[in-house]
């Protein structure tokens, strides 16, 4: 067991030193807090306190009725003007930043006519200004309704069969599967290809001949599998913290992350699944380079089976339109696609619990089948030194006890 935790570390350090793995992981840290940097830098150099001008040609706006704001300092001033004339003058003397001119046939059309100089006006001028004209029409209204009307609706949709809630507050939801499913892509995907590539080359530089005469296959290969998610884990975790991080600065600068509830359960389902899944692709890519001669060969046989694990992006279209499409429920249990499946329909609806437990029933069963499907076929592999293993010869492996 030592030799397995040994081999274990050693891969561990091999691929979190090398320089692609460093690069991929800092990447995400950095580019965030560029992004970060950015919109902040757009959202201050767009910041204007200058008061809002408006013109009433009708009569029906107070100027004393300001919306509240939990800051006096963040809300801008309303000013109203006698006229056009004298409100494009204010403007052009930046007394104002913005210039509203309300016909006098307003509210029966809402057409309306907007000045400004340069650069038009920012969310904010048109959140505070459009809470000012709200109020001023809601003002002859009962306080209880008068109240309903200004906060508007907040549509929340309760699912019964996974006693799950839509609303705003849950649009990460949305958001958040599509960015995992391109993770488990790339991370997987690559570390896979990397895991394929360390067998075949091995065996074909006929290192892996030296390396067996101190482990077993199940060492060898194991610890190579461990040490390869260990350092994906590794990656994994600084991109989530850094992802807190990142939700936690931009929150006060970005309004439609000040909602975003980070969905645990679905985090946590995604953990459940994603062990098994990528045990799975481990064990694909050790059969592939043992039965492969050489490096080139392999690549070419894994290439093909990779789509087996990617077909849920094929289907994305049918996926959107129709999340409980047969199809798509097939593509949930069959364990080669089930993880991107599982991970995209969660933020689209409700899943089954039935096709949750049996979709994850089938991963386990499958991963640990192809674990020791693995071993068999690399030992057959190493056995056959120079000569490919063909499909049959593979299947005769698997039957030889």
Do not use: C
């Amino acid at each position: 067991m030592s030799n397995f935790w040994l081999v274990a570390k050693h891969e561990y350090r091999n691929v979190v030193m090398r320089r692609g793995f460093v690069i991929g992981t800092a990447a995400v840290p950095l580019g965030l807090a560029l992004l970060i940097g950015m919109v902040i830098l757009v959202e201050r150099s767009s910041e204007n306190r200058l008061p809002i001008g408006y013109v009433d040609q009708v009569g029906f706006l107070d100027e004393n009725a300001q919306p509240a704001a939990a800051d006096d300092e963040e809300r801008i001033e309303i000013q109203a003007f006698a006229d056009e004339a004298s409100g494009v003058q204010a403007l052009e003397q930046e007394e104002i930043q913005v210039l509203f001119v309300f016909p006098p046939d307003y509210p029966e059309t809402v057409k309306t006519e907007l000045y400004y100089l340069e650069k038009p006006p920012s969310n904010d001028v048109w959140r505070e200004f459009d809470d000012f004209v709200r109020l001023n029409l809601v003002r002859g209204l009962p306080e209880d309704v008068a109240y309903r009307m200004l906060e508007g609706t907040n549509v929340v949709v309760y699912d019964t069969a996974s006693d799950r809630e839509f609303s705003e507050s849950s649009i990460i939801n949305v958001i958040l599967p599509m960015v995992a499913s391109f993770f488990f892509f790339f991370a997987t995907m690559s570390a896979a290809g990397y895991l394929l590539g360390v067998i075949a080359t091995e065996k074909e530089n006929r290192m892996m001949e030296t390396l067996l005469t101190s482990l077993t296959p199940g060492q060898l290969i194991g610890g190579k599998a461990l040490g390869l998610l260990s350092a994906t884990l590794t990656q994994l975790t600084v991109h989530i913290v850094t992802a807190l991080l990142a939700l936690k600065f931009a929150s006060p600068v970005i309004e439609a992350l000040q909602k975003a509830v980070i969905p645990w359960e679905y985090l946590g389902l995604l953990a459940l699944f994603f062990f098994p899944a990528y045990t799975l692709v481990a064990a694909v890519m050790v059969a592939i380079g043992s039965a492969a001669v050489e490096m080139q060969q392999a690549q070419q046989v894994s290439g093909i089976v990779n789509l087996f694990f990617i077909a849920p992006f094929f289907l994305v279209a049918l996926l959107f339109s129709n999340p409980n499409h047969p199809i798509i429920v097939f593509m949930t249990l069959f364990p080669t696609t089930a993880f991107l499946t599982v991970s995209l329909r969660w933020g689209l609806g409700s899943i089954p619990t039935w096709q949750l437990g049996l979709s994850w029933v089938i991963l386990v069963g499958s991963t640990a089948f192809m674990i020791w499907a693995a071993a068999r076929i690399f030992r057959a592999g190493m056995l056959r030194y120079g000569q490919p293993l063909t499909f049959k010869g593979a299947l005769a492996s698997l039957r030889n006890q």
